[in-house]
């Protein structure tokens, strides 16, 4: 029932339509997309590459498997593009999470870092998938590598910046980070508990920072 104070003119501007814009062709492919590697992941996280169909992914998706296919010919190349897209969500964090570090506080600073590398079992399980695989698909391998690769380069830079090291020597420290990281990642999944895991890393990340100011203060 329409309140009695209400005029017809009230109620006329209360009803207003609203209208969504359409999404054009390449939007609702990239949300196509987008659907698709989510349900990978959950798929591929819970029953491993090699159970998880096809079908199943696209089920998951609420999608047909001519619509998986279209986007992704195999699960090969599904799976790297999950790879690159998980990879690149992380690199996105990094970014958002370490844009000023300061190094005169070196646990702050370590901490800074780990919050954009989380490592929920999801992650940890694809990592698994995502290593085992390109150990037995060269080409898989290769993908693989450049995804990673990005992420390697942008933390040498960042130490660059940061006067920390300079040249192949940040290039070698980024390495180590980063085996660093995907080390703890496996602790995680096989010990179960990702918060212990996090704290082992941030204390190693604080020592490492820690040394790196030291030797560069002892250069300046």
Known sequence: MIPTHWSKHTVQSVFVPVTTRRLTQPEKRAATRARLLDA??????????????LEAVAERAGLSKGALTYHFA????????LAAAEIEKRRGRLRATT???DLSDPDAAARAIVTGLPYGREWSLLFLEFVCQGARDRQFRNGLTSALELGRVEAAESLESLGLASGAEARRLADALSAMSNG???EALLDGNAERATA???RLFSLVLRGLAAEAAERD
């Open 74 to 81: 195999t699960k090969a190349q599904l799976l790297l593009a």
């Open 200 to 202: 082992l890393l941030t």
């Open 184 to 186: 703890a990642s496996i």
């Open 99 to 101: 844009p000023d570090l």
């Open 40 to 53: 990978a992941g959950t798929a591929m996280a819970r029953h491993g590459y090699r159970g998880a169909s």
